[in-house]
């Protein structure tokens, strides 16, 4: 609440050939000073003032308002320091993976700048270039979370577990142990299901990956080959669909946000 009473306080509205002007606080320093004439200036201001404050900060939009500009001024990220934290995040053979599309990515910019193409051209291709490292940075993440220590259990011990809670079963004294035997049974076999899928996932993953990898080798190939067009296709279809990057999910979220184009008002 104190800060929309210091920014109703201090608001400076626009007015045609003066600017931004803090019409409150010159309204009240006026009154203040014109009760040391008429004490009466003081109730009067108090009484103003008091309203104008209770209507601005009662005032849904004025609110919200604050709090967008608030939100803006905020410090946010550097997404080159993002992206580094992010692969603070993977193992060594993921790290690995993402150098090889790196060098390869660098290698394609240096063969064009030897061919001396047009500068828009090779900037093109840099910004296309980012976005399939992007593409693989974020895939790499995915993958770490699938390979968490969150998953440490093997399918395996999971079911032997289910082998002995069917013997249990099958020996419960009463109805009501059975029943929770069977509701045990029921959550090990959905993560039996949960361990399937997680399967499914790092193979789609690991065929983006390689997709990714042989495009880049494609794309340095045409490049040292002179007079080739070189093609790069930025927005791969991905067999893996959506991600999931765990705790990871804010900071790239952030990073594509920053990546994002201004949107341009009709």
Not at 55 to 79: H, K, S, T
Not at 197 to 218: C, K, M, T
Not at 223 to 239: F, H, M
């Amino acid at each position: 609440m104190w800060r929309y009473l210091k920014a109703a306080f201090l608001a400076r509205p626009g007015i045609p050939g003066l600017g931004h002007v803090p019409v409150n606080l010159l309204a009240v320093t006026c009154l203040g000073i014109l009760g040391f004439v008429n004490p009466g200036f003081w109730f009067l201001g108090a009484g103003l003032e008091t309203a104008y404050l209770a209507l601005l900060v009662g005032n849904r939009r004025f609110r919200d308002a604050i709090d967008a500009i608030e939100r803006a001024a905020q410090p946010r990220p550097d997404p080159a320091l993002a992206e580094q934290a992010l692969q603070q995040r993977l193992a060594a053979p993921a790290r690995r993976v993402l150098l090889r599309i790196e060098s390869g990515c660098a290698r394609i910019l240096q063969l064009q700048e030897q061919a001396h193409v047009d500068a828009y051209v090779l900037e093109a291709h840099r910004e296309t270039l980012g976005r399939l490292r992007w593409t693989a940075l974020k895939l790499l993440v995915a993958q770490a979370n699938l390979q968490s220590d969150e998953w440490d259990e093997s399918e395996e011990s999971i079911r032997q577990r289910i082998a002995t809670i069917d013997r249990e079963i099958a020996a419960a004294p009463s109805a009501g142990v059975r029943e929770s035997h069977e509701a045990t049974r029921a959550i090990l076999q959905r993560r039996i299901a949960n361990r399937g899928e997680r399967q499914r996932q790092l193979a789609e993953i690991s065929a983006d990956l390689a997709r990714i990898e042989a495009q880049i080798e494609l794309a340095r190939e045409n490049a040292s080959i002179q007079g080739r067009p070189l093609t790069i296709a930025s927005d791969v279809a991905l067999a893996s669909g959506l991600l999931d990057f765990g705790s990871a999910a804010p900071e790239i979220a952030d990073v594509e946000q920053r990546m994002a184009p201004p949107k341009v008002n009709a």
